[in-house]
């Protein structure tokens, strides 16, 4: 515990000096995280320094990393994040022939019913097809845009944890690229705590960006 509330001052510190000088990446190494502590150490990085965070499990070559980027190309409030997350992958691939595999996830509707009633499921399925048509579309073209060739481009139904989780589990990726909100870490707290597990089991270096 001790260890933890030094963290804190130093946290403290960073915080202080990034309103005086602000920061544009902050790089850590990933923490053993204790069931004493509420929260790791990398919750709190991610969740309150509002600077892009890079998460680090230990040192390695750069060349030609596989890069893993999960974005939400449908909705349109996501739009300058997924730039602003591109341009950093495009540098990684321009500077170290990053192999970048951008993923998709869109929404199922299995299991939803309507005020308690059974949904029929030829109009269940035809509004899931819909769904998964538009969120296609979006995502290859997004990807198109960015110089992402399909065979690059992994797009499947579900929420976005599953669809990470397996890609990671059954790849070698050595970098998660995801979206932060409003400077405060990953989309949800669900997510965060999903993907801190996982990361016990299947460890990969980790990028937020954060507008």
């Known amino acids: 515990m001790r260890s933890f509330y030094k963290f804190l ?5 960073f915080l202080e000096l990034h309103q005086r000088a602000p920061f544009d990446l902050l790089v850590s190494q990933f923490h053993q995280h204790s ?9 709190h990085l991610l969740h309150q320094v ?10 390695q070559s750069l060349t030609k990393m596989q890069v893993l980027i999960a974005l939400d190309t449908y909705d349109a409030q996501h739009q300058a994040r997924n730039l602003a997350i591109m341009a950093q992958a495009k540098m990684l691939q321009d500077l170290y ?4 595999t951008l993923c998709h996830a869109y ?27 538009a ?7 997004f990807a198109g845009a960015h110089g992402i060739n399909k065979e ?5 139904e579900g929420n976005a944890y599953q669809v990470v989780s397996e890609l990671l589990a059954n790849n070698d990726f ?18 965060y705590h999903s993907f801190e597990a996982l990361n016990d089991k299947r460890p990969v270096n980790l990028w937020v960006e954060k507008l």
């Not at 969120?135 to 073209?141: D, P, V």
């Not at 690059?152 to 499947?156: E, N």
Request: with cysteine.
């Open 35 to 43: 069931a004493l502590n509420f929260h790791s150490i990398d919750w």
């Open 152 to 156: 690059s481009v992994v797009i499947r």
């Open 50 to 59: 509002p600077v892009t965070t890079l998460l680090v499990h230990q040192a």
């Open 135 to 141: 969120h296609k579309e979006s995502c290859l073209a």
């Open 107 to 133: 929404p199922s509707l299995a299991g939803y019913t309507g005020l308690g009633i059974e949904p029929d499921p030829l109009l269940t399925q035809a509004a899931q097809n819909a769904i998964a048509d």
């Open 174 to 191: 050595d970098l998660l690229m995801v979206g932060g909100q409003n400077g405060k870490g990953l989309p949800g707290e669900l997510f």
């Open 9 to 13: 001052k130093t946290l403290n510190r």
């Open 97 to 100: 022939q990053a192999q970048l």
